[in-house]
T-cell receptor, first 112, second 111 residues
C-alpha cells in the first residue's frame, strides 16, 4: 500500500553513463514532482508534471529529462552523468485542489 | 526570489525539555507554509499546512504557528522518537505549486 514509490533506492554509476529513476504513485494525484536534495540537505524543485504535461522546469541541465507516460508515473532520465549529479532525488505527488505534497523514499545517486 | 531560513541548524534537547524551531520566509505572496519531518534515509513526511497569519495547528507534541514573516514549530515535552530533521517550505501565490524549502533543523532528543 505504498503511496509514492521510487526505484531504485540506490544507484551507483560511472561518469558519462546514462541512467533512469522511476516513480509511481497510487494516490490518484494528478501532479507529480522531482526534487533534488544535495549534501547540505537542501531540497530543490527540478520538474513538475500535471496530467502528463510539464508545468515546472527549473534551471536544470538539459541532460535531465523527465517523462510521464501517465498520471501515476513520472520517470527521470539523466544523460552523461557528472560527479555533481550525486545527490538524493525525491519524487512527490499532490492533488490539484490540495497543496500538500507526499514524497517518495528517495533514490541516492552516486556518480564515481 | 523566495527565501526560507530555518534556525537553529541543529538542536539537542533532553527528553521533556520543550523548545521551538523557527522558519522565517520572504515571498511576494504566501499561498501556504508547510512543515515536514524527515528521518534519515527517508523522504519528507507531511506534518502541517498553515495558510494565514494567526493560524495554529497541533499534532501530538507539535504545534505550528504562523505570522506574516515567520513560523514556529513548538515541541512540548519531546521524546527521543521526535528526533528528526524538520523542514519548512513555502508555496508562493501564483506559482505552479512548487515548494521552496529551508535547509532544516536537525533535532536530537536525548533520553
Amino acid at each position: 500500500d505504498t503511496a509514492v514509490s521510487q526505484t531504485p533506492k540506490y544507484l551507483v554509476t560511472q561518469m558519462g553513463n546514462d541512467k533512469s529513476i522511476k516513480c509511481e504513485q497510487n494516490l490518484g494525484h494528478d501532479t507529480m514532482y522531482w526534487y533534488k536534495q544535495d549534501s547540505k540537505k537542501f531540497l530543490k524543485i527540478m520538474f513538475s508534471y500535471n496530467n502528463k504535461e510539464l508545468i515546472i522546469n527549473e534551471t536544470v541541465p538539459n541532460r535531465f529529462s523527465p517523462k510521464s507516460p501517465d498520471k501515476a508515473h513520472l520517470n527521470l532520465h539523466i544523460n552523461s552523468l557528472e560527479l555533481g549529479d550525486s545527490a538524493v532525488y525525491f519524487c512527490a505527488s499532490s492533488q490539484v485542489l490540495s497543496n500538500e505534497q507526499f514524497f517518495g523514499p528517495g533514490t541516492r545517486l552516486t556518480v564515481l | 526570489e523566495d527565501q526560507v531560513t530555518q534556525s537553529p541548524e541543529a538542536l539537542r534537547l533532553q527528553e521533556g525539555e520543550s523548545s521551538s524551531l523557527n522558519c522565517s520566509y520572504t515571498v511576494s505572496g504566501l499561498r501556504g507554509l508547510f512543515w515536514y519531518r524527515q528521518d534519515p534515509g527517508k523522504g519528507p513526511e507531511f506534518l502541517f499546512t498553515l495558510y494565514s497569519a494567526g493560524e495554529e495547528k497541533e499534532k501530538e507534541r507539535l504545534k505550528a504557528t504562523l505570522t506574516k514573516k515567520e513560523s514556529f514549530l513548538h515541541i512540548t515535552a519531546p521524546k527521543p522518537e521526535d528526533s528528526a530533521t524538520y523542514l519548512c517550505a513555502v508555496q508562493e501565490a501564483g506559482s505552479a505549486r512548487q515548494l521552496t524549502f529551508g535547509s532544516g533543523t536537525q533535532l536530537t532528543v536525548l533520553p
